[in-house]
């Protein structure tokens, strides 16, 4: 993850369950343990503390808490677990700690059921009725809202057009048989095809396993079945299909695949010493900090050879924020999502230092970088499918990513790891 577009189809996730980054770090604090008095009194008294993982954003979202503080009063800590690192067992971690934040992150479907009981309705704020209706979905449980999103965003193979044209790229592949001929035709002329950042579950359990799910028919529908044990994903053609993408990029990927980990497979991408890299626009800040002079567009994740269905990208809502129903300054907690979705310096942060798509109709962007221009232009086409990992049974895609882990390092078979994907899913809904 401005406006003047229409969005069409997608939803999703972008971490992330993760999103992804580097680890920002940090602990909450004594002095972050909200002190004051919540029936009204001194607001300086007031800390919100606020536990998030996208890391992109860490420092500006620490100076632009800052800057809160100086306009309100209201001190705001920020605490990042980003990257590799385990945001949702984290957060679990601080909640089973007694030390529960009052702003956290939440991903929407499954994740939003999951953590109900500790999310305060946020329907009647005066933000929610300029919000796109797509970016609504991931956090609306019975007619009710329950997040803000912080954004959207959209993912696919960025590729290097340097180096495509260096190799003699003319046409963008669409198809899996385009990109296979895309990939042979890099390698002949000396380039690495793809960065492969396969120490991270989640660019595999996440990202990449999406893309046979969101090419269903009909997605939810397909998940339906897979919780009422009425279907499985070995006897699916999108996930057969899908193996034969894995392979490709396996085959012509950088070397050590289970040891390159998202910082390295940026670098490599950034520094040149590869044509494409499976990430999202959330990469795009730190590509171009290693190379400014990087020209970079997004080419679709295929599975087969439907031009129509291919040529499309996963568009959708990374994450929310909500506030913690139980925490005694959530009206404070309000005021700052409030602050942040309207105010002139907090729409400042969103498009021109975060450099977010605006989930909000009202909010225009311009110059977010080629990245989100591809985006833009996909979603304007309607040529975007779903994010739909939030929607998998919990804990669901950290098996995954180590399912697949152990297909690149040759422990299962293809047919043997959509099998344990069943039976993952199984055990889950149970």
Known sequence: MKRKWKLSTAVMTAGMVLSLAACGGGSLTDEGSSEGNADGGDKKDVTLNVFQFKAEIAKDLEAMAKEYEEETGVKVTVQTVGGGADYGAALKSQFASGNEPDIFNNGGFTEAQTWKDKLEDLSSEKWVGDLTEVAKEPMTMDGKLYGMPMNLEGYGFIYNKELFEKAGIKELPKTLSELTDAAEKLEQAGITPFSVGYAEFWILGIHLLNIPMAQQDDPDAFIQALNENKAKFEDNEQFQEFLKLFDLTIKYGNKNPLTTDYNTQVTQ??????????????????????????????????INDDAEKMDRLPVGVPNNWVVNKNSKYKEEAKDFLEWMATSDTGKDYMVNKFKFIPAFKSIEANDLGPLADDILAYSNEGKTISWNWFKYPD??????????????????????????????????VK
């Open 395 to 428: 804990g669901a895609v950290n098996e995954y990513g180590a399912l697949m882990q152990a297909y690149v390092g040759g422990q299962k078979t293809g047919e043997e790891m959509l099998q344990d994907f069943t039976k993952v899913w199984q055990d889950k």
């Open 269 to 302: 991408f950034a520094q040149g010493e590869t044509a494409m890299l499976q990430q999202g626009n959330w990469a795009q800040q730190m590509i171009l900090d290693v190379n400014p002079d990087m020209e970079m567009g997004f080419v679709p994740i295929p």
